[in-house]
């Protein structure tokens, strides 16, 4: 019967929940006489003013507003100063404040997720306060010495915010925490290398349960771009490495060919090399090989070798097409020379002369024809 009990009360709660689908938030604002209170949703792109009430001098209020589809942000604000809490549901916060303090001297109740969010911004509030308090009159040293101790201040908020993080990628107070600024600037980054997994634990968590949600896409998006960014300045330092490299030796590869035994480009040194990055696997297969042993009939007794990188992804398919093939092809089956050499699609050539220097990257093959018998 007591089972029973407990479980009726909980289907009526949740009965109750969704007939209101509304979220509610009352306190009391204390030296608050004739102010007026907001409440606001802060949105991705603007925040809109939803209520708002005059406060009488007892400082009492309370506001009611429809439960939103996903997880949100809200603020109550008065004059310039607000309070800036979360709703995933139609729960009940409590949330009492002075009005002379009222961005930081404020107590909530109901929420979890909201007592964390007031953490995470009375921290960030106190670093601010410091920001701010620099002086341009400040010695050098005395400078040196207040920033040195804000960089402890925030790297010690960030290492709260990161254990919040981790215990619950998904709440929306972990999703704030990447969002706070110092001096309009992110504390945290996912384009930061340290500051990633952070970013990327809220992003696949959100994503995986809340995949529709704006705020999902905003963060899910932002991970993306950042990985994105990164895999493109390694690539274009990958590129610089081997135009440094030129005119001294280029980036070696060491892959196996279809015999299983090991090749290297740097064995061919003193040669003109094309290397070629494809795969038998493409549609134009066929053509490309044949103009390839054109080009390796009619130089390779004049010194030209050919040493082919395979992407092919059946390995099988890559064994049986090279039975016949003259030169040294390999196969790097897991990409691994793709952000040495700057891959983005194939096939792909370098030119190499005896000296070991790149000249060229993909050229059209009758321009290839010539620049070949150029060097030889």
């Not at 804000?150 to 619950?168: C, P, T």
């Not at 992110?186 to 704006?214: L, R």
């Not at 992804?313 to 793709?338: A, M």
């Not at 699609?345 to 060229?360: A, C, E, H, Q, Y």
Request: some cysteine; glycine content about 4%; hydrophobic content about 35%.
């Amino acid at each position: 019967m007591k089972k029973l009990l407990i479980v009726s009360l909980a289907l009526l709660g949740l009965f109750a929940c969704n007939s209101k689908d509304k979220f509610k938030v009352e306190g009391v604002v204390e030296n608050s006489d004739k102010q007026v209170l907001y409440l606001e949703h802060t949105g991705l792109d603007k925040t809109v003013i939803l209520d708002s009430i005059k406060l009488r001098k007892e400082g009492k209020y309370a506001f009611k507003a429809p439960r939103p589809a996903y997880p949100d942000f809200y603020r109550l604000r008065t004059g310039n100063q607000f309070i800036t809490f979360a709703i995933d549901s139609c729960e009940i916060i409590t949330i009492n404040a002075d009005a002379k303090n009222f961005s930081t001297e404020y107590t909530v109740e109901g929420s979890q997720t909201n007592v964390d969010i007031q953490q995470l911004r009375k921290s960030v509030h106190a670093i601010q306060q410091k920001v701010n308090a620099l002086s341009p009159d400040l010695s050098t040293s005395d400078k040196n010495e207040k920033i040195a101790e804000i960089e402890v201040d925030i790297e010690n908020h960030k290492e709260v915010a990161r254990k919040l993080i981790l215990q619950n990628p998904r709440s929306s107070a972990a999703y704030f925490a990447l969002f706070q600024q110092i001096n309009n600037t992110y504390i945290f980054s996912p384009y930061i290398k340290s500051d990633k997994p952070y970013c990327a634990a809220v992003a696949t968590s959100y994503n995986a349960f809340m995949p529709e949600s704006p705020r999902t896409r905003n963060i899910y998006n932002l991970v993306m771009d950042a990985i994105k960014t990164e895999r493109q300045a390694k690539q274009k330092e990958a590129w610089k490495e081997i135009i440094e490299k030129s005119g001294t030796g280029f980036i070696d590869i060491e892959l196996n060919d279809r015999n299983n035994t090991l090749k290297k480009l740097s064995d061919l040194q003193g040669k003109v090399i094309l290397v070629d990055f494809s795969a038998y696997e493409s549609e134009k297969s066929v053509q490309y090989t044949f103009a390839l042993r054109d080009l390796y009939n009619k130089y390779h007794a004049k010194g030209l070798e050919i040493f082919q990188v395979s992407l092919d992804r059946n390995k099988f398919l890559w064994e049986e097409s090279t039975t016949n093939i003259p030169w040294i092809c390999v196969h790097d089956e897991n990409g691994k020379y793709l952000s040495t050499y700057n891959i983005s699609s194939i096939p792909t050539t370098f030119l190499i002369d005896r000296k070991g220097v790149i000249l060229n990257r993909s050229l059209d093959f009758k321009i290839l024809d010539k620049e070949i018998s150029k060097l030889l």
